[in-house]
């Protein structure tokens, strides 16, 4: 059964997502605070983390820079905040989705069950002494089995959406994807005219590969995307 943190300093909010988290067959813990929310991330085996941004002692912006300096688990904010800059923030920092309050609890467990289901297409436990599945590019190996990126041996850690779009870049380099195949690839929902997450993913894999932001992934003026050759 998925384990799943609940980290709002809002009774109400906790106890309603629990309550539809835990119909859906979830195993559900909650977080008052910042504090106890890094605590029991730090102590737990949990699958996905629901993380509002105002909690008191710690804000969730701290709390997910702690989290991903040991774990890619799935990150979801819910936020009252729905301006750009913090859901640009949020992202870049490594959350998996972001969902502005008030929110839709029914969408909530629709975009939790869609987050672990990716999750657990990328870190399944793989059948001993298999070959791993690599496609490689000039200097870059991607592990398609360890879901992980080497650059010249040298391993650089990816979060589950930039793993998928790089995957589909790497499987068909000079290739243009629109932001619309790019959305549906890394995101597996339908793509959102105007969303903010593409180029935010885009930047973040950039910065990974290399410090020419060119490098690796071109853009394409009124198309898209491509990996350069």
């Not at 774990?71 to 904010?77: F, G």
């Not at 959406?161 to 243009?176: A, C, N, T």
């Amino acid at each position: 059964m998925d384990r799943i943190l609940i980290a709002d300093d809002e009774s109400e909010i906790r106890s309603l997502l629990r309550l539809y988290l835990e119909n859906a067959g979830y195993a559900v813990e909650e977080a008052a605070d910042g504090e106890e929310a890094v605590k029991l991330l730090a102590g737990g085996d949990f699958h996905l983390c629901l993380l509002d941004i105002m909690m008191p002692k710690m804000d969730g912006f701290h709390v997910l820079r702690k989290v991903r300096e040991t774990s890619n688990i799935p990150v979801i904010i819910i936020s009252a905040k729905d301006k750009d800059p913090e859901k640009i923030l949020g992202l870049d920092l490594g959350a998996d989705d972001y969902i502005v309050k008030p929110f839709n609890p029914l969408e909530t467990v629709a975009r939790v069950r869609s987050n672990l289901r990716r999750y657990h297409d990328l870190h399944g436990e793989k059948k001993k002494d298999a070959k791993h599945d690599v496609l490689t590019h000039r200097d870059l190996a991607l592990d398609l089995d360890e879901c992980c990126l080497y650059k010249d041996g040298v391993r650089i850690d990816l979060t589950s959406v930039e793993f998928k779009i790089l995957s589909m870049f790497m499987e068909h380099p000079g290739k243009v994807f629109t932001r619309q195949q790019i959305f549906e690839r890394g995101w597996g929902e339908e793509y959102a005219v105007a969303d903010n997450n593409i180029m935010v993913c885009i930047s973040k894999l950039r910065a990974k590969l290399s410090e020419d932001p060119s490098a690796y992934i071109r853009t394409i003026r009124g198309l898209g995307y491509r990996l350069e050759r």
